[in-house]
């Protein structure tokens, strides 16, 4: 049986194993798809023994998207734009790292029918995923893209990376931009619980807010979008099936069908 596994901290929530799971079923894939609890300084060292006990392919998730990077011997393009990794293939005695999380997110957005192309974003962080949702919007013809994260130097860095369409902004100036079309938040603020406070005026209210994380990690900002007045407001649900279907292909040369998988997920939500 393959073994197959996700890395990150927190982890037990994962609803990664039951996904692959699914897929497995569909397809007749016999595979072992576990969670491993795994913080920065322990990731390395965790990695390496799942190598040792057979391995062969992973996902990973928050904090550990940019340290997986580091320790792949070969990137994907996208991977090696975004500079995050959130899916490593085993080949021979090396990982390669590849990205799944921008075109996750593309799809489901696609799913919900919101346009991509011509829109104004605000995304909210600069960490691994809110990289490789950054890269992909831009790719997909988003006409402007602002960028806030607490740490202002790591939005810059953000935004020079991506270049045109891509600039920063603070707290206060967000107050006096006009609407966004898109609002993603990609900031890991739900996992600790804390409050969101809602950065935009009052009169800015955008057409689609969409959280990257799901179920009670999203619950604030989707509840502070809401009251704002956003048409739709998601959870990144919908954009984790659709990534580890991605990661899926990668490693088995097939592709699942994602439709039930998102119908029995939702039912239960």
């Avoid at 921008?102 to 829109?119: C, Y």
């Avoid at 990609?186 to 799901?214: I, K, M, Q, R």
Wanted: glycine share 10%; aromatic share 6%.
């Amino acid at each position: 049986m393959t073994r197959y596994a996700v890395f990150g901290q927190p982890i037990s929530h994962s609803l990664s194993p039951r996904i692959h799971a699914a897929f497995a079923a569909q397809l007749g894939i016999d595979l072992d798809y576990r969670a491993i609890e795994a913080g920065r300084g322990a990731f390395a060292s965790a990695l390496a023994a799942f190598a040792r006990d057979g391995g062969r392919g992973a996902n990973v998730t928050l904090p550990l998207k940019q340290d997986a990077s580091a320790l792949c011997s070969e990137l994907s393009d996208r991977a090696r734009r975004c500079g995050s990794v959130n899916t490593l293939a085993r080949a021979g005695d090396e990982w390669h790292g590849d990205s799944t999380d921008g075109i996750g997110l593309l799809r489901d957005l696609a799913r919900h029918g919101i346009e991509t192309r011509g829109v104004r974003v605000l995304l909210l962080g600069a960490g691994g995923a809110a990289r490789a949702a950054a890269f992909a919007l831009a790719d997909a013809g988003a006409r402007e893209l602002v960028v806030m994260n607490r740490t202002a130097t790591r939005a810059q860095a953000l935004a020079v990376a991506l270049g045109t369409p891509a600039r920063t902004c603070d707290r206060d100036a967000l107050q006096r931009e006009r609407t966004f079309d898109i609002v993603v938040n990609a900031t890991s603020a739900g996992h600790a619980g804390d409050v969101f406070a809602w950065p935009l005026a009052a009169e800015a209210t955008p057409t689609a807010c969409y959280d990257l994380s799901y179920g009670g990690a999203a619950r604030a900002f989707l509840a502070a979008a809401r009251a704002a007045g956003a048409r739709v407001a998601l959870d990144g649900l919908g954009m984790l099936v659709e990534q580890a279907a991605e990661s899926f292909a990668l490693w088995h040369g097939c592709a699942p069908d994602t439709t039930p998988v998102h119908a029995l997920l939702s039912a239960e939500a």
